[in-house]
């Protein structure tokens, strides 16, 4: 069984919603993330975006500009300033609007969905857990919405500032959420 809290009540267009669990998360039990605000557009949603905030610690509004509000669709929690493996959804998502790029980036596809990992992954690796809800997560997303496989992202370009780097654990991300 999962967990949703909204916070604050009643639910607000500048507020977090988040999905969060001690116990294996079932793809069905990620229904909520179809619970937006706008109808989600058959076919629109194009692709997946995957990158790390760039920061030992954070949640869905830390790695946002304060000046422009959240940057991504979903971040998920390293366990320092939000839980471990917990799943944000921010309003960009709920109200189905694109993401901001990723900061070292020039654009974003507005119809590519945008997930943040809270960590810096030159510093550190993914938890187990994070890793585990991004592959629930990636999957959910492929299959409710048609996604291909070669249409999800890792940001790892070399010339960028924010990328996955080498200790993301890139083989077993991979293999995780295309399949």
Known sequence: MFLLALSPDPLKPDSQTVLWNTEPVESDELGVVFQTDRPIQPGYWSGILIHHSKT?????????????GEK???????????????IQISSRWRLQTGALPPPGTQGIDRR???????????QTEPTD?????????????????????????????RTTTDRIQARFPRSRGESAFIR
């Open 56 to 68: 030992p610690a954070g949640n869905g509004v830390s790695p946002a500009d304060p000046h422009l």
């Open 72 to 86: 991504d669709h979903f971040v998920i929690g390293n366990g320092q300033g939000a839980l471990d493996g917990e």
């Open 112 to 122: 590519c969905i945008s997930i943040c990992l809270v960590g810096d992954f030159d």
């Open 129 to 157: 857990l994070q890793m585990d809800r991004l592959s629930l997560l990636v999957r959910t997303l492929r299959t409710r919405l048609g996604i291909p496989a070669e249409r999800v992202w890792m940001l790892s370009d």
